[in-house]
């Protein structure tokens, strides 16, 4: 049911538009994923992302697995049913959230051991399992279980977690029971290109149905992940899903697009936008700020999103002041409806040879790098 | 520009049905008017409150007040501007704010001394400063300054109120500078027939637009709640607004209605919503409960909101015990929408001389008193 097809490529970059299928509708690609933690994407409705155009969402398999449980969710209908929308679902293993959020894991051959960070019970996470709650999860596409070390982990270490999720991604593969759904493998490594290629070669061998890119936007410099997806993207094949995962900032997003990468995840989006940092076409706004108290402009003039057509930067400072959940609401849609724009003017600007220039314009702003 | 003209009279009861006509527009009457206390009814955009049907909100003066400011507001284009909203709007004097949120307030002969609950800064709330607040915010209809006391406070205590409320009453008259918005006045007298009389009687004589019944809801008895709305209603003037304060329940709303008030408003169906306390044809629903973990149910079968056509009870109560904004968002619109539906049944079936049947029904079921 998972396929994946190639349809324009950007003469000067890598840069290229495609289109992904599964069982619940197409994704057109460069695509951008929202992120449904505990299977909603804070403050916005299902119908809020329909309308502004995005056709798949990530949601995260380690929430859902500790609460409600995955399998009350497969028992209700799965995510889609369970989430109220009815479009494509991407799901991670769980275990960057295990290792980021858990009390006391332990990282086993077999797995991960962990306390939940929700009630301190105690659970294992293995590459079977994270395969077994995806699937009951309903994910569209799925993610091999992988180990991201710190950036700060000496080589040594980060070779043997490459090894492992090596290892872990072949176990994942023959856990797989639901042909409808795609598995992509994690390519981890660090910024150690070494690495990185060992990574890759042992996953290509496995034949995954995409690739994602792991391990970065962790805390290593800007170049070094520019450089570190450029290295990967070399390497994988052009006939399969590229995911950069948890990456970027708008700039960052067409830095990696121009590279080949097809699918993005990031927080920042929504959490800027609960923070009050709001994403505009004449850079950033941060509406706190005592300067918008009497602004009554929108957000940003060019903008067509709810949010702008009918409030003002001087409304939307207060209610943010004031610490009404309609800020964060308002707020959480301009920012999407923002990155929204962004990936369908990169996917027609690749399909008119014109994403260049997007690229150009998109680098001389200094609020894209926010 | 404000009038009010009565269209319909229930044979069986005193219900009646109206419309207020404002500078904003129309509204229907009996209405009900959801709550926007600091310039938004919580988590509820505009097009929300329009789609369900409401025609009118209440924003409470005091807070806009304090934050940001009558004056910016007005400078902004005043409250339907400013909100997005561009029906009509109602507003509190500030009165009963002032005595139940600000720190060290001390009542005198004119008017209110407090320090804000905010910064404690020192403010003094006069009749004529109401006013000018609520014109500078750009109400359609103004409420003059009243002193609710406690429903504990001594009888000689509340007869006091009264003449306070009344003397003030007449000082918001005088202050009144904008002939197309209306001012009401309140009626005090806690739960005693020969205050309220002597409340109303001080009140009729100035003659204003419409009649606000204040200082119930407010830990008294419900009889005394209602005998004390009948007892009002039967002096109040038939061709003039009477508007029930802060009341209530779906119940109190048909009993009300059956003695004749025409406008209500009442924090109970948002703030329930965000306590996760959701109204239902068939009855009340506590959505943190157990039962509900696996209940692919929506809220009420019988409603046609979007969180009931789109969202399971085990939805629900997974994104509010994971503490999700969309959780107040999705409940608040139930329980607005049950209430839009409550008061367009009330109008039509007192048009259609079949109120007693709707009281009857509504006063069968237990939930509508939760």
Redesign the interface.
Known sequence: MFAFELKEKDNNTKARCGLITTAHGSVDTPAFMPVGT???V??????DLEGMGFQMMIVNAY?LYL??GHK?VK???GLQK???WNKSVATDSGGFQVLSLAKTRKILEHGISFQSHLDGSSHFLTPQKAVEIQEYLNSDIMMCLDECPPVEAPKEYIEKAVDRTTKWAKECKISKTDNKKALFGIVQGGIYEDLRQKSMDGLMELDFEGYSIGGLGIGEESEETYKTTEFCLNSLPENKVRYLMGIGKPADIVEAVAKGVDLFDCVIPTRNARNGNVFTNNGKIVIKNAQY??D?LPLDEKCGC?TCK???R??L???F??G???S???LTLHNLYFYAILMKRIRESIAQGKFEELKHEMSAKENTKQ
Do not use: D, V
Request: glycine share 6%.
């Open positions: 505990q299977a909603t804070k403050t916005m409705t299902p119908a929430h609460r409600p009350l028992e209700l209908g369970f989430m109220g108290s009497n009554n709810y009918n409030f003002s001087a409304y400072r207060h209610i002041l004031a009404e959940f309609l964060h609401r308002l």
